[in-house]
């Protein structure tokens, strides 16, 4: 695990918009930490790395928001309005697996929430720290065989 500190909005976008400008199509983000931590805007630096001009807002009532005008596209899912049970109807190894949509990166929001997980996946956890700054655990996970 990667911890790395995060004073302030800015460093936690910049640490998004790294993200995207490393990151291949097909990989997996899973989003967790405290309300207000700052998950969507490390999406949102995601998004610029990948090149994005749309705004990047909280698909907390859509649930899904897609972007596909960057370097490739940008599943945006949030998951606070759900229970597990939910998430399962929504497929959502549709969008890691590219069936009927174009590989991109997934970033998904509140994915404590979600019943089953991908076979690899890069795990953030933003939480705030005692002096009301940010932290992010940062968790690759791969599994055998991949």
């Not at 610029?48 to 705004?55: N, T």
């Not at 945006?76 to 969008?95: A, Q």
């Amino acid at each position: 695990m990667t911890k790395i500190f995060l004073p302030d909005m800015e460093a936690t976008q910049q640490l998004g918009i790294t993200l995207g400008e490393t990151l291949n199509a097909g990989s997996v983000i899973l989003l967790e930490g405290d309300l207000g931590a700052g998950k969507t805007t490390l999406v949102q630096g995601i998004g610029k790395g990948l090149g994005i001009i749309e705004s990047i807002v909280s698909p907390t009532f859509t649930l899904i928001n897609e972007y596909t005008e960057g370097r490739f596209p940008l599943y945006h899912l949030d998951l606070y309005r759900l229970e597990s049970p939910e998430v399962t109807g929504l497929n959502l190894e549709s969008y890691w697996e590219g069936i009927e949509v174009t590989p991109g990166i997934v970033a998904i929001e509140w994915a404590e929430r979600m019943p089953y997980l991908p076979d690899s996946y890069l795990k953030i956890c933003l939480n705030y720290t005692e002096d009301v700054h940010r932290l992010a655990e940062i968790t690759v996970v791969k599994c055998q065989g991949i």
